[in-house]
């Protein structure tokens, strides 16, 4: 089965810098749309950025700019470059492939002073 792991999260000051990673297995990763998702606390899951398999991209309006999403399909990877962090960042971070309904365990990113 679908199996995702990611890493790389942790605490942060404003205007800091992360770079989340996410294994993949299960699947063949390189036919894949992958996408980025966060959920804060008391908040829905949303979709932060995405990238097919042609590595085309795709963010949300509020980390256009800051956040950079890319793959290595060799590695069957996934990362989350995330600069000019901010308070409204801290979240709990899952990558996810577009077409298959599988969850890791989240990374947990906080942006804190």
């Known amino acids: 089965q679908v199996q995702l792991v990611e890493s790389g999260g942790g605490l942060v000051q404003p205007g800091g810098s992360l770079r989340l990673s996410c294994a993949a297995s299960g699947m063949i990763f390189s036919l894949n749309t992958m996408g980025w998702y966060r959920q804060a606390p008391g908040k829905q899951r949303e979709l932060v950025a995405s990238?097919?398999?042609?590595?085309?991209?795709n963010y949300a309006d509020s980390v256009k700019g800051r956040f950079t999403i890319s793959r290595d399909n060799a590695k069957k990877m996934v990362y989350l470059q995330m600069n000019s962090l901010k308070h409204e960042d801290t979240a709990v971070y899952y990558c996810k492939p577009f077409n298959y309904d599988a969850w890791g365990q989240g990374t947990q990113v906080t942006v804190s002073s």
């Open positions: 990238i097919t398999s042609l590595r085309m991209t």
